[in-house]
């Protein structure tokens, strides 16, 4: 400590540095409080995040257990469905007992979506495929024609599933 014959002097610096320890320490306390890292999110918050519309379309092929499992990793996303590659996706699945059904209620949700067909310039021979609310039609040789609209039909049921849950009800 301080060497010093003043005892004025000596308990003046014991009481300075007693101050400063006690400053220093308080001060060490808020600087850590105030740079504390930011909280984890919760679990629940993670969970009940809402999810994109690919998010829930993936979500529901996930549900869809009867449906092909080669075919949901394969083509339920709507980056990996376009009109380049759905015969494609039509020849593979179609074997594959309800999978094809299965995969288009998830990405359809079945809804109509005929408003949003219509918009996008859909060819009125492809309506049935717009109008979701019934099953898919089966007799895709008929409607080749309507591969030129699949984007447009893909986008609607996109659009649709980005503001509302799937259809099990997966927001």
């Not at 080749?144 to 009800?169: T, W, Y």
Request: proline share 4%; with cysteine; glycine share 0%.
């Amino acid at each position: 400590m301080v060497n010093s014959s003043n005892p004025k002097i000596t308990s003046f610096i014991a009481r300075c540095v007693a101050f400063i320890a006690k400053s220093w320490s308080s001060k060490r306390l808020d600087h850590h409080e105030s740079h504390r890292p930011p909280r984890r999110a919760s679990f629940r918050s993670l969970v009940s995040a809402k999810r994109d519309s690919n998010q829930k379309f993936k979500a529901c092929c996930a549900r869809q257990k009867a449906a092909d499992k080669e075919c949901k990793r394969k083509f339920c996303d709507f980056n990996s469905i376009n009109q380049n590659n759905m015969l494609h996706f039509l020849n593979m699945c179609s074997p594959r007992e309800d999978t094809v059904k299965l995969m288009w209620d998830c990405a359809s949700s079945r809804h109509d979506h005929v408003e949003c067909c219509k918009k996008r310039n859909v060819l009125p021979a492809c309506m049935q495929y717009c109008d979701s609310s019934h099953s898919v039609p089966a007799d895709y040789l008929n409607h080749l024609v309507c591969l030129q609209n699949f984007d447009a039909i893909r986008d609607c049921f996109r659009d649709h599933l980005e503001k509302n849950p799937n259809i099990f009800g997966d927001n």
